[in-house]
Structures are given as C-alpha cells and as structure tokens.
C-alpha cells in the first residue's frame, strides 16, 4: 500500500494515469525492457588488456526459480565514453568482465530497468567516475527516494526502488574514481588511468573479504 509520505507513493496530477497503473513498478513489465548500449568507437588497452568499447547490455526477462546469472556480486559501472575521465566506470566493468563472481554491466547510465538485477546478487558496487577526491575509494551506501518520473536513477534511488520490487536490496558500495578531464574526448588522463588502477586493486580487496 502507498502511503502519501513515501517517495514511491503514486501520483496523479491534472488526473493522468498514475505511475502504478502505468506498469512502472511491476516487476514483469520491467524485467521485459532491453537496455541496448552500442558503441562503435575502437577499443583501448590498459596495462596491455583490450578492453573493448563495444557493449551491449539486456536486463532480460527470467522467470521465477530460473539459476541467476554467473556471480553473486554485481558490478554496475556507468558514464559516458566520450567524456574523457567519466568513462571510468565503464571500462572498470568491462575490464573485469569475467571474473569469477562477479556479474559486470557497463551502461551508459542508471535506468530504473537495473533494479530487477539487484534479485540476483548478494553485493552490488555501483562504480563511476568523481570529479573530486585524490584516489579512489570504496564507501557503503544506503537506499535513497526514488523519482517515479525519472528516466535516469541514482545508485541510492535504484536501491530503493529494488527494495519496493523485491523486498530487500543486496548490500550496496560505491566505488568512486577521481578523474581530471571530462571534456568532450576519448581516452583517460593520468589521474584517471591511476583511478583506475586504484579501483582494480579495491575491487579485489572487496572480493577477498565477500567470498
């Protein structure tokens, strides 16, 4: 039941349909939207790795009791490859891609689609890039209002709105990469291959410490 206080509650101005009734929070009409993420820009290499840019992305559609996808950590690294430094979130999450235990989705940015990935993770590390800080680190976070007409989610926001969906949400960190220059170009700058690096190592910490 909605309550008028709650960040979720439905509304219903100048009596247009409310979000409820529109389908938003049901669980199968989410699950069923396809985040289709491509692009066509040439892959980078970091410490001799290819990492490629290309990446396509499906929230798919599962139905109840199916095995949940390779591991039980979920690794969501977003922003934009054509920012500069604020394609760090990204290519952590494809340079990781493979991991034993670890499930990495690299996307442009937070949809609310994403909350029906939370069902299948134990931990989830929201990663991205940060324009202040001078290394980068690893904080916990907590569920935060969710805004029905948004069509982008904070990581607090996506924690909410997966704890309405599901009942609970997976312990949550943010992983914050300072970078320097987020200026309309490809490729990193020193302080941002070094967040990077930084990143790798606090993500396998993390992994030692929830395995």
């Known amino acids: 039941m909605s309550h008028p206080s709650s960040p979720l509650a439905p509304r219903n101005p100048a009596g247009n349909p409310s979000v409820a009734s529109s389908g938003l929070f049901r669980p199968r009409c989410v699950a069923r939207s396809l985040i289709c993420l491509k692009q066509t820009a040439t892959s980078c290499s970091w ?10 992305v499906e929230v798919s559609d599962r139905a109840p009791g199916e095995s949940p996808p390779q591991g039980r950590v979920l690794l969501l690294g977003y ?15 494809q340079a990781v891609a493979g991991w034993p235990g670890v499930r990495a989705m690299s996307v442009h940015q937070l949809t609310p689609e994403l909350a029906m990935e939370l069902q299948d993770c ?6 991205d890039a940060s324009a202040s800080g001078q ?4 904080e916990p ?5 969710f805004r029905p007409d ?6 607090g926001g996506l924690l909410e709105l997966g704890r309405h ?3 609970q949400v997976p312990e949550a960190w943010l992983l914050a990469m ?11 700058s020193l302080r941002g291959e070094a967040s990077l690096s930084q990143a790798l190592e606090l993500l396998t910490a993390f992994l030692r410490r929830t395995s």
């Open 79 to 93: 922003g934009s490859d054509l920012r500069g430094d604020d394609a760090l979130g990204r290519l952590l999450a």
């Open 135 to 138: 290394k980068a680190t690893l």
């Open 122 to 127: 134990s931990h989830v590390v929201f990663a």
């Open 178 to 188: 300072p970078g320097e220059d987020f200026s309309l170009r490809e490729g990193l």
């Open 141 to 145: 976070l907590s569920p935060r209002a």
């Open 47 to 56: 410490r001799g790795q290819k990492i490629p840019r290309r990446c396509s």
């Open 165 to 167: 969906l599901h009942g």
């Open 150 to 155: 948004a069509h982008h989610a904070s990581p």
